[in-house]
């Protein structure tokens, strides 16, 4: 439920307050536009932060991972915290630097679709050429026709982009041109697995796709274990990689296309501290505030599944982003331009069972 059917009822939602509350402000314009900064400190003072509750005593849950409970008490205070775990430094420094590259270099790779591939059609290897501060141009477009047979009737597909060096752009030569760096900062969601069509807002089957790497199934279905039925193992068929720049949020929603909602959502958190929502199964209700951090893992499953969150804020701030045993990692010449991009970025990758 990305979104609200009725878009001024949920302005007044507890959901839509919280949000405006974490967001981040920026400071007052000269067209004075904004709201006073002191609010910002306000927000992140209320913080709520979360004690531990027992796990089931399957004996194989990931070491270190706990579920919570509401702050002070020690059962779970409203439904949303039924079958919500939190699994803090879930991964190691050296697993979470894997994964950052992953979702930068991999995952957006054809035939994996990304809120680019609508503009652009399918680009590859955007992060080589990012780094080698190429340029993308449209070009005299001779094999539409092949592609769109391919491709059915997206149009957009057939669309011929190519990177290119700054030198060899003709001068006068009246192009669409877009530097790669500038895409890679314009890159919002990759799919990976089974295609979501946020269009649909559905699992798009038709559309090509290659099955979830078998590292990162292998890693969703360890951390899914606390919150599976018993018996079962999860299945990962999607997942959505989330790309947050400094001002970038995700509106409070349900994740409501997956046909078993008894099976868990597996959420990766990479790169900058954010503020995460956890509100009750109506916009109307309170949600909790929580810090997730690079390498903590959260598992939605059973009542939490249902429950509406989203993320308001993102700290790219270098006293808060708290990514500081990455910026370590990344000390290799070749890291230079993946540590930039961490240093302002938050990347999230859920991995889900479809059927
Ligand atoms: C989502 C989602 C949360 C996050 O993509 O559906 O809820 O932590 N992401 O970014
Ligand atoms: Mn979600």
């Known amino acids: 439920m990305y ?50 509750r027992c796990l089931p ?17 020690t059962a779970p205070c409203s439904a949303s915290w039924t079958g919500f775990y939190f699994i803090p430094g879930a991964l190691s420094t050296e697993e979470q630097c894997y994964w950052i590259r992953e979702s930068l270099k991999t995952f957006p790779q054809p035939p994996n679709r990304t809120n680019l591939t609508a503009i652009y059609g399918s680009i590859s290897d955007l992060f080589t050429a990012a780094k080698n501060q190429k340029i993308l141009v449209e070009v ?6 092949e592609k769109e047979q391919n491709k059915g009737d997206r ?36 799919t ?21 790497p078998d590292a990162l199934a292998s890693l969703a279905k360890n951390m899914a274990i606390p919150a599976m039925p018993f018996g079962e193992e999860f299945k990962p068929e999607a997942a959505i ?3 947050y720049g400094p001002s970038d949020m995700l509106g409070g929603h349900v994740d409501d296309m997956e046909a078993d909602w008894t099976k868990p959502i597996v959420s990766i958190s990479l790169g900058c501290k954010c503020i995460f929502l956890l509100g009750g199964k109506t916009r109307d209700e309170v949600p909790t505030a929580m810090f997730l951090r690079s390498g903590d893992i959260v598992l939605m499953a059973g009542e939490a599944r249902e429950c509406f969150h989203g993320v308001p804020r993102i700290f790219t701030e270098s006293n808060q982003q708290e990514i500081s045993a990455l910026v370590s990692q990344l000390s ?24």
């Open 3 to 52: 979104g609200a059917s009725d878009p001024a009822a949920a302005e007044r939602t507890a959901f839509r307050r919280a949000e405006k509350q974490y967001k981040l402000y920026k400071p007052p314009n000269l067209k004075g536009a904004s709201r006073p900064a002191s609010m910002e400190t306000a927000a992140t003072c209320r913080l709520w932060w979360t004690s531990t």
């Open 57 to 73: 005593p399957t004996g194989s849950c990931p070491p270190g991972s706990v579920g919570v409970t509401a702050p002070g008490s």
């Open 140 to 145: 005299e477009n001779s094999d539409v026709e």
């Open 155 to 190: 149009k957009t597909e057939s669309k011929n982009f190519k990177f290119v060096e700054d030198s060899e752009i003709q001068k006068g030569e009246e192009c669409r041109t877009t530097r790669a760096i500038t895409l890679m900062r314009k890159l919002r969601w990759s």
């Open 192 to 212: 990976l697995g089974l295609q979501f069509d946020w269009s649909k807002r559905n699992y798009d089957v038709s559309l090509p796709h290659k099955k979830i």
């Open 241 to 243: 990689v989330n790309y």
């Open 332 to 355: 290799g010449e070749d890291d230079c331009f993946i540590l930039h991009y961490v240093k302002n970025s938050r990347i999230n990758i859920n991995i889900r069972q479809v059927y």
